[in-house]
């Protein structure tokens, strides 16, 4: 395998995003925060004191790039593989000739190993011996939050560098650089951008410059054969159709969209709401998760401080059964705003959590005999149900009477805030109190 093959008419076959790799940290567009002047990664590739990492981050955001210049700064062989195909016996292969390329010629190796979640533990742990002892220098890249889906004996040797979302401009100076470079981007085509085309670019591409510069190319060529040249908006958003939502349903920012979805709904801010089960929606989602997740919300953040929270949640989870997409979204819209807008109690939430606490620490109690009931003479001579008040016979149907073991006698669970229906169980529960029966004050 060569270091680097730079043959024209071979990089001209190669996509547009490829071809115009920076080959040098000068070059290199975004994430200041880890290659600035003076960080840590950034002094270590200059000085050629490389050691094994992981890129962590969003798609597009220069992670393979990155790991190309590495390698050409540091003069060290630069063996790509995407953990989707490659297994065991293709990195035995690279850790052999690694290890006699270091020996007799002095020369390192750069694994890139990319999407290195989709390896599996096994596959993960015939890695740590080499990149202990330095064999290779591993660099692997995912775009899932390594936490979970690297283990953690491989994870302890690598350092994690996290890569960010392009912002506008360095998408601009990518977008430019392309258009103008007559050697390996698309200057030779002498394109011309309208005003609101980069920003419209910007927009489809959602911070990945390798979207960027695909939709890029394709109305590049648009342009030549039929607008003269000229890149309109028009041109950027039909080539690009539709934007491309970052919403991965198994990965991190599924999480972190369910998550944003759930703290806007709790601070009754329907627009954010909204916005989030959209940005959901657009990029894919399951609308069923989405119910379900507003059937929890509906229990753990509103409760009994609006009723009626549950039913619309179960009602649009229906909806979302019968019609399906697109026709469900309103359902779900429905209950967001529902859900956004109604009073807020996590009692219920913190009343179960105080009964899963007390069930781990005082174990399984017995029921009171009162309690039990008693279908056979056996049963009743030995107590079961004995002195049992049944609460129809009293007035108002309030009885004093102990519902809980011994132990825990007099123990309260659940506190009702003050806010919507809560308010009246409130109250209810304590006129039950001063009447001799309901719960403990």
Same mark, same amino acid.
């Given at each position: 395998?060569?270091?680097?093959?730079?043959?024209?008419?071979?990089?001209?076959?190669?996509?547009?995003?490829?071809?115009?790799?920076?080959?040098?940290?000068?070059?290199?567009?975004?994430?200041?925060?880890?290659?600035?002047?003076?960080?840590?990664?950034?002094?270590?590739?200059?000085?050629?004191?490389?050691?094994?990492?992981?890129?962590?981050?969003?798609?597009?955001?220069?992670?393979?790039?990155?790991?190309?210049?590495?390698?050409?700064?540091?003069?060290?062989?630069?063996?790509?593989?995407?953990?989707?195909?490659?297994?065991?016996?293709?990195?035995?292969?690279?850790?052999?000739?690694?290890?006699?390329?270091?020996?007799?010629?002095?020369?390192?190796?750069?694994?890139?190993?990319?999407?290195?979640?989709?390896?599996?533990?096994?596959?993960?742990?015939?890695?740590?011996?080499?990149?202990?002892?330095?064999?290779?220098?591993?660099?692997?890249?995912?775009?899932?939050?390594?936490?979970?889906?690297?283990?953690? %004996? &491989?994870?302890? *040797?690598? /350092?994690?560098?996290?890569?960010?979302? $392009?912002?506008? !401009? @360095?998408?601009?100076?990518?977008?430019?650089? %392309? &258009?103008?470079? *007559?050697? /390996?981007?698309?200057?030779?085509?002498? $394109?011309?951008? !309208? @005003?609101?085309?980069?920003?419209?670019?910007?927009?489809?591409?959602?911070?990945?410059?390798?979207?960027?510069?695909?939709? $890029?190319?394709?109305?590049?060529?648009?342009?030549?054969?039929?607008?003269?040249?000229?890149?309109?908006?028009?041109?950027?958003?039909?080539?690009?159709?539709?934007?491309?939502?970052?919403?991965?349903?198994?990965?991190?920012?599924?999480?972190?969209?369910?998550?944003?979805?759930?703290?806007?709904?709790?601070?009754?801010?329907?627009?954010?709401?909204?916005?989030?089960?959209?940005?959901?929606?657009?990029?894919?989602?399951?609308?069923?998760?989405?119910?379900?997740?507003?059937?929890?919300?509906?229990?753990?953040?509103?409760?009994?401080?609006?009723?009626?929270?549950?039913?619309?949640?179960?009602?649009?989870?229906?909806?979302?059964?019968?019609?399906?997409?697109?026709?469900?979204?309103?359902?779900?819209?429905?209950?967001?705003?529902?859900?956004?807008?109604?009073?807020?109690?996590?009692?219920?939430?913190?009343?179960?959590?105080?009964?899963?606490?007390?069930?781990?620490?005082?174990?399984?109690?017995?029921?009171?005999?009162?309690?039990?009931?008693?279908?056979?003479?056996?049963?009743?001579?030995?107590?079961?149900?004995?002195?049992?008040?049944?609460?129809?016979?009293?007035?108002?149907?309030?009885?004093?009477?102990?519902?809980?073991?011994?132990?825990?006698?007099?123990?309260?669970?659940?506190?009702?805030?003050?806010?919507?229906?809560?308010?009246?169980?409130?109250?209810?529960?304590?006129?039950?109190?001063?009447?001799?029966?309901?719960?403990?004050?």
């Amino acid at each position: 395998m060569d270091l680097f093959d730079n043959s024209k008419a071979k990089r001209d076959k190669k996509p547009l995003a490829d071809r115009i790799r920076p080959e040098d940290l000068d070059y290199f567009v975004g994430q200041e925060h880890i290659l600035g002047p003076g960080k840590m990664l950034r002094t270590a590739i200059e000085e050629d004191r490389l050691f094994s990492m992981l890129f962590w981050g969003p798609p597009g955001t220069g992670k393979t790039t990155l790991a190309r210049i590495m390698a050409r700064k540091s003069r060290s062989r630069f063996v790509p593989y995407s953990a989707v195909t490659a297994g065991v016996k293709e990195i035995r292969e690279v850790v052999k000739q690694a290890r006699d390329d270091l020996k007799y010629a002095g020369i390192k190796t750069v694994l890139f190993l990319d999407e290195i979640h989709r390896f599996n533990k096994a596959q993960q742990d015939y890695l740590l011996p080499h990149v202990e002892d330095g064999a290779i220098i591993l660099v692997g890249a995912t775009t899932e939050n390594p936490s979970f889906e690297v283990n953690s %004996a &491989l994870l302890s *040797r690598l /350092r994690v560098f996290v890569f960010e979302l $392009l912002s506008p !401009d @360095d998408l601009k100076t990518i977008i430019y650089r %392309a &258009l103008e470079d *007559r050697d /390996r981007g698309l200057g030779l085509l002498e $394109l011309k951008m !309208d @005003d609101e085309a980069p920003d419209a670019l910007i927009t489809a591409s959602g911070g990945d410059a390798r979207a960027a510069l695909n939709i $890029l190319e394709v109305a590049g060529a648009e342009a030549v054969n039929k607008h003269a040249g000229k890149i309109a908006k028009d041109l950027i958003e039909q080539v690009s159709q539709r934007r491309s939502l970052l919403c991965d349903k198994v990965g991190e920012e599924h999480y972190n969209i369910i998550s944003a979805l759930h703290k806007s709904l709790r601070d009754s801010d329907p627009d954010a709401g909204l916005y989030w089960m959209g940005r959901m929606i657009e990029g894919g989602e399951d609308p069923l998760y989405i119910a379900r997740r507003l059937v929890r919300f509906a229990s753990e953040d509103v409760g009994l401080a609006s009723p009626r929270a549950l039913e619309q949640a179960v009602a649009a989870y229906h909806a979302c059964c019968f019609v399906g997409l697109p026709e469900c979204v309103l359902a779900l819209a429905q209950v967001v705003v529902f859900l956004a807008t109604a009073p807020k109690s996590n009692s219920l939430y913190a009343a179960y959590g105080a009964v899963k606490e007390e069930i781990a620490r005082s174990g399984h109690l017995p029921v009171p005999l009162h309690l039990r009931n008693a279908p056979t003479r056996l049963m009743e001579e030995l107590g079961y149900g004995k002195g049992y008040k049944y609460a129809h016979d009293y007035p108002d149907a309030v009885v004093d009477q102990e519902h809980l073991p011994d132990p825990i006698r007099k123990k309260r669970f659940y506190r009702p805030s003050d806010r919507g229906y809560e308010a009246a169980i409130q109250q209810r529960m304590e006129e039950h109190s001063d009447k001799g029966g309901g719960p403990k004050k």
